[in-house]
């Protein structure tokens, strides 16, 4: 196998594992949607967001790839935002 075939798997072996845990973050967040709507609490929460994007920034082993993974994390959270804000649309449609 050469280098490009090596690191290919890699990636494909990591986008696997980016699946699962992209789904398995996905139902947490239909769950923890479930638990704002019981207790009044918006679905955007700048402060925590901030908090976590720092937490997690603090992980990075590499400091290089730190605004990359910031801007990739970032993205992450507008995504979930974003569908925590279709399921409230879709119950307010049905109801």
């Not at 798997?9 to 139902?27: A, G, P, S, W, Y």
């Not at 709507?37 to 967001?49: F, I, M, Q, S």
């Not at 992980?59 to 507008?78: G, H, I, N, S, V």
Request: aromatic fraction near 8%.
């Amino acid at each position: 196998m050469n280098i490009l075939e090596e690191n290919r798997l890699i990636i494909n072996e990591t986008d696997d594992q980016l699946v699962k845990l992209f789904e398995k973050r996905m139902h947490a967040v239909e769950r923890l949607l479930a638990y704002k709507k019981e207790n009044g609490l918006p679905v955007y929460d700048p402060a925590r967001e901030a908090d976590n994007i720092a937490r997690n920034c603090a992980k990075l082993q590499d400091p290089q790839l730190e605004q990359y993974f910031r801007k990739w994390y970032e993205e992450t959270m507008a995504v979930s935002r974003r569908y925590q804000e279709d399921l409230l649309k879709k119950e307010n449609v049905c109801d």
